[in-house]
Each structure stands twice: as structure tokens, then as C-alpha cells.
């Protein structure tokens, strides 16, 4: 659309106005100038059945619940500083290459957060492991269903792909497992108030008041776990998943994979479309008068190949990031590349994801020779490749390396 209309559109989805940008200094007006303006969500399905009633601070509104919700998330978990006091706990073992991407970044932040490890050399732990495994699969599912009654209110009665009842499910299953950790965390705080290790017991000993910006406090605490766990793993895993892709399909690149997260970014977002902002107020982008609750979307995947910026778009040239766009950073600072959004409502995990992206993959392309694969990509809210990753790895180094 953005071919025929331009970068900068409006049109309707249901009732709603909706403004589409995919040029960068569309974008940068945005979420500089207007970037408290576009720092609110739409209020979705997802975030009302999923994410305990927009709690959650991915789903949360601009306001005091997300801003402090976010600042804590940030300092106790997703700062450099703590997420190198975890370096220790990612150790090398010998998994199925089919799962290991999805497996490794799950099992790091569910034990960041809960202290708790569901894969074990690539099996479930126990049966518990399974269930709440399977629930954060659908969860990542389900945020991709197109819902009639997001663009149409008054279809809210009607379930006709059966959304509505599965994100219940899914929200009734992974809130009962949640709630066991929360109260296995007090307990533990009750007997041993200085025993504080994870997330939950940073939330448990600064959050004291019963009620949190309009939600009670076991509520926000649950909504935050869940938000990082999926926000945390299925991001880090869709960006291993495609870094490794792309370098398997261009073998020259392999020799410069330290340079590798940028490009990757670039050519294949975690997140093609960045996920939906909202105005709160009135406001103006590149001419055009934009009214309050207009929903914004960025085509990241069409940012991203802008021929104006970028020298042959469509080519994976990882040496682009050592020449002529050396100084450009994935932080959101340089709105020509911008995988993890920008302004405000930024992904607050990118030192997460960039540090498991290097680990990750450098571990791997240190350690084995890998045959290419082809696969197909897929176009969504989190965009691994459509075929399972099966590749066949021949160890590089002697086995008491490993």
C-alpha cells in the first residue's frame, strides 16, 4: 500500500482512523515530536483477556501504571549491569537444533524473572513445564489474531474464529501457574526476607501497597511476569531464528558476525509492523492533521528497504554496518533503522536481546559447521521463518570444548 499510497497514509479499520508511516522522517516526527502524543496503546482483546485487563505495561495505556511498571522492569531486570550478574547462568549443552532457539532464550528469562527452569538438555522439566510452555506458545499465537471487535466494538458479542475463547483459555491456564509462583515467592520472602534473587521478589519487596494505579497488586505483578517472559523469549528467539537463517543463505557473511545483530535487524525485524500506538491528543505529522485516537502503525519491513537510505535493499550485506552506515544504531536513535521501535514505548529488552542474539549464534557458528537450509519466510507480529530450522552440525573444536 505504501507503493500506491505513499509513506505517510491514513485509512479506516472498522471505526477506527489509522495512520500508516514507512519513511524514516515520517517517523522520526512521530516519536520525537509527537512522541508523547503516539505513546498510548489501542485497547485489543489481547490486552484485556491476555494481559490481565491491559496491566500488563506492553499492553498498559500511557500513564503512571505503565511508566513506573516499565522503570522497574528496566532497573531490576533488563538494565546491562543485571543482565551481566546472569551471565553465569547460560551454559553450552547439547540440544535439538530444531528447538534450542526457541528453548535457550525461554529458559534465561523465565529464570531471570521466577527462578524457575522449564527445559532441561532439551526435555521438559515435568508436566507443569509442558502445560505453561504450551500456554506461552499460544499466548505468542494469539497476538497475532485478527479479532473482529478490535476494529468493530459492537461485534464484541460475536466469536466467530473462536479467539475470544482461546485467549481465555490460555489467559485461565497461565494465570493459575502464575499465581503459584507469586505465592511460592512470598513464602519464601516471609521466611527469609534478604533471600531476594529474581524479578518477582524485586516486585514483591518495592510494590507494598495493596492497589497499583486501579489494579491490585497481584495483578500488575503477574501481568509484568507474563509481558517479560513472552516480550523477552519470543523477540530474542524470532531474531536468532532469522539472524541464523540469513547467515546460512549468505556464507560469506560468516566471517564478519560481529557486526551481524545490525543487519540482521535491518534486513529481517523481530516485529514487521511495530506494534500499534495510539494519540491521546491531537496532533500534526508532516503536514497532515492526525486527531486523538487515531491508531499508528510503522511498516518497519518498508523503512527498512528505502532505497533513499539504503544501497541495494533487498541484499544481505553485513559490510554496509562497517562503511556507509557505520554510524547508524539499532537503539532507536536513527530512525532509518528502528527493529525495536523508538521513543517511549521502545522495547525495553533490547540489552536482553542483543546480548542472547551474540551469545546465541556466536556461540553456535563458533563451535559447529552448519549446512544451509532454505526456508520460507512469514509475515507477522513476531517473524521467525515459516519451516522449522533443521540443519545439520558438524563439530569444529574437540569434544572436551563442549
Given amino acids: 500500500m505504501a507503493d500506491k499510497h505513499g509513506p505517510v497514509f491514513m485509512i479506516r479499520l472498522g471505526v477506527h482512523p489509522t495512520l500508516v508511516v514507512s519513511r524514516h522522517e515520517a517517523v522520526k516526527e512521530c516519536f520525537t515530536?509527537?512522541?508523547?502524543?503516539?505513546?498510548?496503546?489501542?485497547?485489543?482483546?489481547?490486552?484485556?483477556?491476555?494481559?490481565?485487563?491491559?496491566a500488563g505495561f506492553g499492553f498498559a495505556p500511557y500513564g503512571p501504571l505503565w511508566r513506573e511498571m516499565r522503570k522497574l522492569s528496566v532497573i531490576g531486570l533488563l538494565s546491562y549491569r543485571r543482565l551481566d550478574e546472569k551471565r553465569n547462568w547460560v551454559e553450552p549443552i547439547e540440544v535439538e537444533m530444531n528447538k534450542w532457539l526457541e528453548e535457550l532464550p525461554f529458559n534465561v528469562v523465565l529464570r531471570m524473572v521466577a527462578g524457575k527452569r522449564y527445559f532441561v538438555n532439551g526435555v521438559h522439566a515435568n508436566e507443569e513445564a509442558r502445560h505453561?510452555?504450551?500456554?506461552?506458545?499460544q499466548f505468542v499465537h494469539l497476538l497475532e489474531a485478527r479479532v473482529p471487535s478490535d476494529v468493530l466494538p459492537?461485534?464484541?458479542?460475536?466469536?466467530l474464529d473462536g479467539y475470544l475463547k482461546?485467549?481465555?483459555?490460555?489467559?485461565?491456564?497461565?494465570?493459575?501457574?502464575v499465581q503459584g509462583w507469586v505465592e511460592e515467592h512470598v513464602m519464601k520472602l516471609k521466611s527469609d526476607p534478604s533471600s531476594r534473587q529474581d524479578f518477582i521478589d524485586v516486585m514483591?519487596?518495592?510494590l507494598k501497597d495493596d492497589s497499583v494505579f486501579g489494579h491490585t497488586r497481584e495483578t500488575v505483578i503477574k501481568a509484568t511476569?507474563?509481558?517479560?517472559?513472552?516480550?523477552?523469549?519470543?523477540?530474542?528467539?524470532?531474531?536468532?531464528?532469522?539472524?541464523?537463517?540469513l547467515l546460512l543463505n549468505h556464507r560469506h557473511a560468516l566471517e564478519r558476525v560481529s557486526r551481524r545483530a545490525r543487519c540482521k535487524s535491518w534486513l529481517s525485524p523481530p516485529a514487521p509492523l511495530l506494534i500499534a500506538h495510539e494519540a491521546i491528543e491531537d496532533c500534526n505529522v508532516c503536514g497532515y492533521n492526525i486527531p486523538k485516537g487515531t491508531r499508528l502503525f510503522v511498516n518497519v519491513w518498508k523503512l527498512h528497504r528505502d532505497p533513499r537510505t539504503w544501497s541495494d535493499p533487498e541484499k544481505f550485506q553485513p559490510e554496509r554496518f562497517l562503511t556507509s552506515n557505520a554510524d547508524i544504531s539499532v537503539f532507536g536513535r536513527h530512525f532509518e533503522l528502528i527493529p525495536f521501535g523508538?521513543?517511549?514505548?521502545?522495547?525495553?529488552?533490547?540489552?536482553l536481546a542483543l546480548q542472547m542474539l551474540h551469545l546465541t549464534v556466536a556461540r553456535l557458528l563458533q563451535g559447529f559447521d552448519i549446512t544451509p537450509v532454505g526456508m520460507t519466510p512469514r509475515m507477522g507480529f513476531f517473524s521467525p521463518k515459516e519451516t522449522?530450522?533443521?540443519?545439520?552440525?558438524k563439530p569444529r573444536l574437540p569434544s572436551q570444548l563442549y
Fill in 33 to 54: 515530536t509527537n512522541d508523547k502524543a503516539f505513546a498510548s496503546r489501542p485497547r485489543y482483546s489481547s490486552g484485556k483477556l491476555l494481559g490481565y485487563n491491559n
Fill in 132 to 137: 505453561v510452555i504450551a500456554g506461552f506458545r
Fill in 154 to 159: 459492537f461485534l464484541e458479542w460475536i466469536d
Fill in 166 to 177: 482461546s485467549m481465555k483459555h490460555v489467559a485461565e491456564l497461565l494465570d493459575t501457574s
Fill in 204 to 206: 514483591l519487596s518495592i
Fill in 225 to 245: 511476569v507474563v509481558s517479560l517472559i513472552v516480550g523477552g523469549s519470543a523477540t530474542t528467539f524470532a531474531a536468532s531464528a532469522c539472524l541464523l537463517f
Fill in 342 to 351: 523508538s521513543g517511549r514505548r521502545c522495547c525495553p529488552g533490547i540489552a
Fill in 388 to 393: 522449522p530450522q533443521k540443519v545439520m552440525l
